[in-house]
Protein backbone atom coordinates (compact mmCIF):
# COMPACT_ATOMS: atom_id res chain seq x y z
CA UNK A 1 0.00 0.00 0.00
CA UNK A 2 1.12 3.22 -0.88
CA UNK A 3 2.24 5.41 1.68
CA UNK A 4 0.39 8.87 1.75
CA UNK A 5 1.23 12.27 3.62
CA UNK A 6 0.66 13.30 6.28
CA UNK A 7 1.55 10.68 8.52
CA UNK A 8 0.06 10.74 12.06
CA UNK A 9 2.65 9.37 14.78
CA UNK A 10 1.65 6.25 17.25
CA UNK A 11 -0.27 7.51 19.84
CA UNK A 12 1.47 6.02 22.82
CA UNK A 13 3.99 6.16 24.72
CA UNK A 14 3.75 9.89 25.05
CA UNK A 15 6.57 11.79 25.02
CA UNK A 16 9.22 12.10 27.61
CA UNK A 17 9.95 15.42 26.71
CA UNK A 18 9.12 18.19 24.02
CA UNK A 19 10.72 20.70 23.29
CA UNK A 20 8.76 23.69 20.80
CA UNK A 21 10.88 26.38 19.37
CA UNK A 22 9.69 29.58 17.29
CA UNK A 23 12.73 30.29 14.53
CA UNK A 24 12.30 34.26 12.73
CA UNK A 25 14.21 35.20 9.79
CA UNK A 26 15.68 38.41 11.66
CA UNK A 27 18.77 40.26 10.13
CA UNK A 28 20.79 42.22 12.92
CA UNK A 29 24.18 43.70 11.45
CA UNK A 30 25.89 46.40 14.08
CA UNK A 31 28.29 49.37 12.90
CA UNK A 32 31.79 48.90 13.79
CA UNK A 33 32.86 52.42 14.68
CA UNK A 34 29.04 53.59 17.00
CA UNK A 35 28.05 49.61 17.71
CA UNK A 36 25.29 51.35 16.53
CA UNK A 37 21.88 48.04 15.48
CA UNK A 38 20.23 48.05 12.51
CA UNK A 39 17.81 44.96 12.46
CA UNK A 40 15.69 43.57 9.50
CA UNK A 41 12.63 41.64 10.47
CA UNK A 42 11.94 39.37 7.48
CA UNK A 43 8.89 37.22 6.79
CA UNK A 44 10.12 34.03 7.95
CA UNK A 45 8.67 32.38 11.35
CA UNK A 46 8.38 28.87 11.80
CA UNK A 47 8.20 25.92 14.31
CA UNK A 48 11.13 23.81 15.62
CA UNK A 49 10.27 20.62 17.43
CA UNK A 50 12.39 18.10 19.15
CA UNK A 51 10.90 14.91 20.47
CA UNK A 52 12.37 12.06 23.30
CA UNK A 53 10.46 9.17 23.61
CA UNK A 54 10.59 6.89 27.03
CA UNK A 55 12.52 3.93 27.21
CA UNK A 56 10.13 1.42 25.10
CA UNK A 57 10.25 -2.66 24.79
CA UNK A 58 10.78 -3.57 20.90
CA UNK A 59 6.63 -4.04 20.46
CA UNK A 60 6.08 -0.34 21.07
CA UNK A 61 9.16 1.02 19.77
CA UNK A 62 8.71 -0.60 16.25
CA UNK A 63 5.69 1.28 15.62
CA UNK A 64 7.70 4.57 16.45
CA UNK A 65 10.63 3.10 13.89
CA UNK A 66 8.05 2.04 10.80
CA UNK A 67 6.80 6.04 11.32
CA UNK A 68 10.00 7.41 10.82
CA UNK A 69 11.21 5.24 8.22
CA UNK A 70 8.11 5.69 6.65
CA UNK A 71 8.93 9.41 6.67
CA UNK A 72 11.98 8.82 4.23
CA UNK A 73 13.95 11.22 5.86
CA UNK A 74 12.92 15.14 5.16
CA UNK A 75 10.89 13.84 2.20
CA UNK A 76 7.03 13.04 3.81
CA UNK A 77 5.24 15.11 6.32
CA UNK A 78 3.32 14.53 9.88
CA UNK A 79 0.68 15.92 12.31
CA UNK A 80 2.06 16.59 15.61
CA UNK A 81 0.43 18.04 18.56
CA UNK A 82 2.39 19.23 21.24
CA UNK A 83 1.37 17.23 24.65
CA UNK A 84 0.81 20.66 26.23
CA UNK A 85 -1.60 21.58 24.36
CA UNK A 86 -4.35 19.09 24.60
CA UNK A 87 -6.53 21.77 27.21
CA UNK A 88 -6.51 25.28 26.86
CA UNK A 89 -5.48 27.76 29.79
CA UNK A 90 -9.16 30.00 28.46
CA UNK A 91 -12.59 29.35 28.70
CA UNK A 92 -12.63 28.13 25.12
CA UNK A 93 -15.92 27.44 24.61
CA UNK A 94 -18.42 27.79 21.84
CA UNK A 95 -17.70 26.84 18.20
CA UNK A 96 -15.43 29.05 17.26
CA UNK A 97 -14.52 30.14 13.30
CA UNK A 98 -12.50 32.29 11.62
CA UNK A 99 -14.56 35.74 10.76
CA UNK A 100 -13.88 37.34 7.34
CA UNK A 101 -11.78 36.54 4.54
CA UNK A 102 -8.89 38.08 2.87
CA UNK A 103 -7.27 38.13 6.55
CA UNK A 104 -3.35 38.72 6.78
CA UNK A 105 -0.73 39.23 9.54
CA UNK A 106 -0.38 39.07 13.37
CA UNK A 107 -4.26 39.23 14.37
CA UNK A 108 -7.55 37.47 12.93
CA UNK A 109 -10.39 38.18 13.66
CA UNK A 110 -12.81 35.08 14.94
CA UNK A 111 -16.74 35.01 15.78
CA UNK A 112 -19.02 31.67 17.50
CA UNK A 113 -17.20 31.67 20.91
CA UNK A 114 -19.22 31.66 23.65
CA UNK A 115 -20.71 35.30 24.22
CA UNK A 116 -18.98 37.83 26.75
CA UNK A 117 -16.48 35.49 27.95
CA UNK A 118 -13.00 36.95 30.23
CA UNK A 119 -10.34 34.86 28.58
CA UNK A 120 -11.66 32.81 26.58
CA UNK A 121 -8.28 32.25 25.40
CA UNK A 122 -5.13 32.96 27.11
CA UNK A 123 -1.74 33.82 26.04
CA UNK A 124 -0.37 30.97 25.48
CA UNK A 125 -3.24 29.17 24.53
CA UNK A 126 -2.18 26.75 20.59
CA UNK A 127 -5.01 27.00 18.13
CA UNK A 128 -4.75 25.07 14.73
CA UNK A 129 -6.25 26.89 11.20
CA UNK A 130 -6.97 25.00 8.30
CA UNK A 131 -6.82 20.74 7.88
CA UNK A 132 -5.34 17.88 5.76
CA UNK A 133 -1.77 19.08 4.21
CA UNK A 134 -3.24 22.64 5.22
CA UNK A 135 -3.30 22.95 8.63
CA UNK A 136 -0.65 25.85 11.01
CA UNK A 137 -0.44 25.63 14.32
CA UNK A 138 -0.26 29.11 16.13
CA UNK A 139 0.29 30.53 19.68
CA UNK A 140 -1.90 33.54 21.37
CA UNK A 141 0.75 36.09 22.36
CA UNK A 142 -1.82 38.31 23.86
CA UNK A 143 -5.18 37.41 26.35
CA UNK A 144 -8.26 37.41 24.43
CA UNK A 145 -12.11 38.20 25.06
CA UNK A 146 -15.18 37.74 23.09
CA UNK A 147 -17.81 40.36 22.74
CA UNK A 148 -21.44 39.84 23.62
CA UNK A 149 -21.43 39.12 20.05
CA UNK A 150 -19.57 36.03 20.73
CA UNK A 151 -16.45 37.56 18.59
CA UNK A 152 -12.85 38.05 19.68
CA UNK A 153 -9.84 39.33 17.94
CA UNK A 154 -6.47 36.26 18.67
CA UNK A 155 -2.90 37.82 18.29
CA UNK A 156 -0.66 34.95 17.04
CA UNK A 157 2.49 33.81 16.43
CA UNK A 158 3.51 32.96 13.32
CA UNK A 159 1.54 35.61 11.63
CA UNK A 160 -0.74 34.30 9.00
CA UNK A 161 1.35 32.39 6.51
CA UNK A 162 -2.18 32.25 4.24
CA UNK A 163 -5.64 34.23 4.60
CA UNK A 164 -7.97 31.66 6.42
CA UNK A 165 -11.06 30.36 4.88
CA UNK A 166 -14.17 32.55 6.11
CA UNK A 167 -16.11 30.60 8.65
CA UNK A 168 -13.72 27.45 8.58
CA UNK A 169 -13.17 26.27 12.42
CA UNK A 170 -11.08 27.23 15.00
CA UNK A 171 -9.20 24.13 16.75
CA UNK A 172 -8.63 24.56 20.66
CA UNK A 173 -8.25 21.08 21.90
CA UNK A 174 -4.97 19.25 20.68
CA UNK A 175 -4.42 21.66 18.14
CA UNK A 176 -1.63 20.51 15.41
CA UNK A 177 0.72 21.11 13.32
CA UNK A 178 2.59 19.86 10.21
CA UNK A 179 5.92 19.03 10.39
CA UNK A 180 9.05 17.69 8.66
CA UNK A 181 12.22 16.00 10.04
CA UNK A 182 15.18 18.06 10.10
CA UNK A 183 17.45 15.48 8.70
CA UNK A 184 17.76 12.28 6.73
CA UNK A 185 19.63 10.86 9.60
CA UNK A 186 17.23 8.50 11.40
CA UNK A 187 18.42 6.95 14.61
CA UNK A 188 17.52 4.88 17.50
CA UNK A 189 19.84 2.52 20.09
CA UNK A 190 18.98 -0.46 22.21
CA UNK A 191 20.05 -0.94 25.52
CA UNK A 192 21.62 -4.29 27.11
CA UNK A 193 17.97 -4.94 28.90
CA UNK A 194 16.51 -4.32 25.47
CA UNK A 195 14.86 -1.24 25.70
CA UNK A 196 14.84 0.98 22.55
CA UNK A 197 15.90 4.94 22.81
CA UNK A 198 14.41 6.87 20.42
CA UNK A 199 14.18 11.03 20.08
CA UNK A 200 13.93 12.90 16.37
CA UNK A 201 13.97 16.80 15.55
CA UNK A 202 11.48 18.49 13.38
CA UNK A 203 10.66 21.70 11.74
CA UNK A 204 7.50 23.13 10.53
CA UNK A 205 6.76 21.99 6.69
CA UNK A 206 5.96 25.42 4.89
Same mark, same amino acid.
Request: glycine residues 8%; charged residues 15%; proline residues 7%.
Given at each position: ????????????????????????????????????????????????????????????????? +???????? /??????????? +?????????????????? /????????????????????????????????????????????????????????????????????????????????????????????????????????
Amino acid at each position: MAITYPLTPPAAPEARSVSLNPMVAVAVSSSPFTYQRQVQEHQGQKWALSVELPPMVRADAEEWI +AFLLSLNG /QAGTFYYSPPT +ARTPRGVATGAPAVSGAA /QTGQDLVTDGWTAGVTGILLKGDLIQLGTGSDVHLHKLLEDADSDVGGNATLTLWPNLRESPVDSSAIVVSSPKGLFALMSNEMTWDINVAHHYGIGFAAVEAL
